[in-house]
């Protein structure tokens, strides 16, 4: 991708997640009627998620034609057909169905660029919050609000402070406990959808996120990018690191996303 057009895209992507945005406060406000469904995985999904998914497929078909999207809510592209993609847009009109559902705000439009089974591009967008989280390889990672814009930076991690894990409920973190090391202090964060548990990694509110559960690629393509500009990243519980499109199932292995890749993390957790 030419670097000229690339930030050019980010702009316009950006654009694309507020309006994305726009219409989900409409659901949330109740000014659209919104209905709620139970999925075969038996997750939640309203209308709000199938509006935002059909038009942001429109959006970024309109942007760039030749890139194919592919969305949580529409999954079912044949892995025969996606090997061949190189690049591809990845998206979760609504990350935090339940959150939504639940109002408690911590919901959030996420999209990434994915070339090369890698993602290049991340946006993490929470409408009712009024932040976006968003980077550009090469270009650094930032988080703007209502009033300001703030760059992201790389921060080192400290083994002999007390580690900060972001986690989504009290089951989590029970589940989390057991496989942590004795040897260190932690506080647990309680937060909202799993895009903005990234967003508290990348602004330093949290150290790290640890998912033992289901996800799907869309959950983390967009972190994955904002992460690797302030040298942090997702790692999955041999330590590796996660790659998009490179099997037929899209389901996540359960992962840690760190502030610091380079810190020893097989200190904290014993996943064996």
Known sequence: MNELKSQVLLEKVLQIAHQAGDYLNLFYNGEIDFQINIKSDNTPITNADLFVN???????????????????????????DRRRWRTYWLIDPLDGTQQFINRTDQFAVLIALIHQNRSMLGIIHAPVLKQTYYALKGHGAYKQTEHSLQTLSA??????????????????????????????????????????????????????????????????????????????????????????????????????????????????????
């Open 155 to 272: 921060r080192k991690f400290d083994l002999n402070h007390t580690v900060k894990i972001a986690v989504g409920s009290k089951n989590a973190e029970q589940k989390v406990r057991s496989i942590l090391s004795s040897n260190y202090q932690y506080e647990f964060i309680t937060y909202g959808s799993s895009g903005l548990k990234t967003a508290l990694v990348a602004e330093g509110s949290a150290d790290c996120y640890i998912r033992l559960g289901q996800t799907g690629e869309w959950d983390t393509a967009a972190a994955e990018a904002i992460l690797s500009e302030i040298g942090g990243g997702i790692r999955d519980t041999q330590f590796n690191a996660l790659t998009y499109n490179k099997r037929p199932s899209l389901i996540n292995p359960d992962f840690i996303m760190v502030s610091d890749i380079s810190a020893d993390w097989k200190k904290i957790f014993q996943f064996n």
């Open 54 to 80: 059909q038009f942001l497929i429109e959006k970024l078909t309109a942007l760039t034609p030749h890139i194919p999207v592919l969305s949580e809510e529409n999954c079912q592209i044949p892995f025969s």
